[in-house]
């Protein structure tokens, strides 16, 4: 049987311990967890409809760095529409119920710390996987099967990530019991409003650790969706490693 949830996970930055950009440095892994219920009859109606009324059609891929670049149709906005649609979009987001868990890593530290690290993206998804599945274990849907949405990247990035996850999955966990997830790797080209609404977070959160004084209206509002947001400086919602 299936949960009552479904689970969408997008990033900012990259996962290369390679060659790290000095301005951002860090990896960012966000999950958002939304009951299906909600998801359908909340989300995806009031997105849409939002598309609707900006662009004339509901095609438009909402891309954090799209719209923060004016890139593509957020190119055709002007400041007045745009910062109409980006309070709408957030005020849906505020409206439907969810659970944000989000892991950030400073890939500089990473490689000072550990001779020979782990891939930042698997560690992500190790660390949310186990939060997520916290969360559901205390609304009882711990036992059912969970879809977690990812976005396709690549073939061998995609057949790497569904490793990575599959091992967490058969017990490679702090509670070294299996978790019953079954990824689903989603092209951008199915237009998945909840990837699009998990791109959106992910940058804000890395931005917050990364410049913490520095004013984040959008992490203030994803601040009040985390799981567990009292605890979130112990690593319940907000895992930063190392």
Same mark, same amino acid.
């Given at each position: 049987m299936n949960s009552d949830y479904i689970v969408f996970v997008d990033e900012s930055g990259d996962h290369s311990l390679t060659s790290i950009d000095a301005e951002y440095p860090l990896f960012v892994l966000c999950f958002c967890v939304v009951k299906k219920a909600d998801y359908a009859e909340i989300l995806v109606p009031r997105v849409?409809?939002?598309?609707?009324?900006?662009?004339?059609?509901?095609?438009?891929?909402?891309?954090?760095?799209?719209?923060?670049?004016?890139?593509?149709?957020?190119?055709?906005?002007?400041?007045?529409? /745009?910062? #109409?649609?980006? #309070? #709408?979009?957030?005020?849906?987001?505020?409206?439907?119920?969810? *659970?944000?868990?989000?892991?950030?890593?400073?890939?500089?530290?990473?490689k000072q710390k550990y001779s020979n690290p782990y891939n930042p993206y698997h560690i992500g998804i190790q660390f949310g996987l186990e939060r997520v599945r916290h969360f559901l274990k205390l609304r009882e849907q711990h036992e059912l099967k969970t879809h977690v949405i990812c976005e396709a990247r690549g073939a061998r990035e995609d057949a790497d990530l569904e490793l990575a996850f599959r091992r967490v999955c058969d017990g490679d966990n702090r509670s070294k019991r299996p978790y019953h997830f079954d990824i689903v790797i989603c092209n951008k080209? #199915?237009?998945?409003?909840?990837?699009?609404?998990?791109?959106?977070?992910? /940058?804000?959160?890395?931005?917050?650790?990364?410049?913490?004084?520095?004013?984040?209206? *959008?992490?203030?509002?994803?601040?009040?969706?985390?799981?567990?947001?009292?605890?979130?400086?112990?690593?319940? *919602?907000?895992?930063?490693?190392?």
């Open positions: 849409k409809k939002l598309k609707f009324e900006t662009f004339g059609h509901d095609c438009v891929v909402l891309h954090e760095i799209d719209i923060r670049r004016k890139r593509g149709d957020f190119s055709q906005l002007g400041k007045e529409p /745009r910062d #109409a649609f980006m #309070a #709408a979009l957030t005020q849906i987001i505020i409206d439907t119920p969810m *659970a944000v868990v989000a892991v950030v890593i400073d890939k500089r530290k990473l080209q #199915a237009n998945s409003e909840g990837l699009q609404v998990s791109d959106l977070m992910a /940058r804000p959160i890395g931005l917050r650790i990364l410049r913490p004084h520095q004013k984040n209206r *959008a992490y203030d509002v994803l601040s009040e969706k985390f799981f567990s947001p009292w605890s979130v400086v112990h690593g319940n *919602a907000l895992k930063v490693f190392p």
